[in-house]
């Protein structure tokens, strides 16, 4: 029990080491073994910053005067503040290789380039434009529920990471995918299946309505990552450092739509 508590502790020490811009200023050891623990708290690290989201908004929208404007603009580089772009730094890569046209192997070699192209400028000057359209959008009909579903959405972009790090093969035999795919583990995707009914009761209790919303949310993650997958395997070869990043951006982008259209719709 204690070595599964340190596991987990130490697992999420790695993940906001890796994948936020919080100091964590400790050397943690970075065996398989802890791999396999920063893997599963992966969804678990998407509710913490899923937390941050809704206590930002939650004081911008009821304890400043801000336009809406304004909150949306702070919400927005909160998103980019937190995570320190290393995910949007993927997008870019990932962007510039997909959209060279070229084979797998120049496409690798592409995303390992350090210099910017055309299209990865392109590609995150509309994703960062879409995000802001979109949160703005959120925020101007954010309802009570609106703040406990906000969680919802990188809880399940980084449980996506998780997945394609526990099927997907990596691309290359170095690199931060190959690094994380070193925790892969029977035990991590019967743990995210846990993490997800879990989540499912917890919604039920406080309105069962919003259960809908969730199954949405859910099925939108899965047709998304299934596509998604594809492509990466077809014109990437496997997964690597930046296609993970590009999808997390991705994955979140729809499941952010998808909340604006729930809310349109007067589903939440």
């Known amino acids: 029990m204690l070595t599964s508590l340190r596991g987990m502790f130490i697992g999420m020490g790695i993940n906001l080491q890796f994948f936020t811009s919080i100091p964590l200023k400790k050397q943690l050891p970075m065996n398989r073994f802890y791999l396999s623990y920063a893997l599963r708290t992966f969804p678990l690290l998407g509710l913490l910053q899923g937390a941050v989201y809704t206590i930002v908004l939650f004081l911008l929208l009821y304890h400043t005067s801000f336009s809406d404007v304004m909150i949306t603009l702070c919400l927005w580089l909160v998103f980019i503040l937190l995570s320190g772009g290393i995910h949007l730094d993927g997008l870019i890569d990932a962007s510039d290789a997909y959209f060279s046209y070229q084979d797998v192997n120049k496409r690798l ?10 299209f990865g400028v392109l590609s995150v000057i509309v994703f960062l434009s879409v995000r802001f359209v ?6 101007t009909l954010a309802t009570a529920w609106t703040f406990p579903m906000i969680l919802l ?5 980084k449980m996506l990471l998780g997945i394609y790090l526990q099927l997907l093969p990596a691309a290359r035999n170095h690199g931060m995918a190959h690094f994380f795919k070193q925790g892969s583990s029977r035990l991590n995707l019967p743990i995210y299946g846990f993490y997800v009914v879990m989540t499912g009761i917890v919604i039920a209790l406080l309105n069962v309505e919003l259960l ?20 990466i395997k077809k014109h990437f070869g496997g997964i690597s450092g930046d296609t993970l990043g590009a999808s ?8 952010w739509i998808v909340m604006w259209l729930l809310h349109s719709f007067a589903m939440v």
């Open 212 to 231: 809908l919303c969730y199954l949405i949310l859910i099925s939108s993650m899965v047709v998304f990552g299934y596509i998604n997958s594809g492509k």
């Open 134 to 139: 979109i949160l703005y959008e959120l925020t």
């Open 248 to 255: 997390s951006e991705g994955m979140e982008l729809v499941l």
């Open 109 to 118: 070699d592409i995303m390992q380039d350090p210099r910017v192209g055309a």
């Open 153 to 157: 959405v990188p809880f399940l972009g």
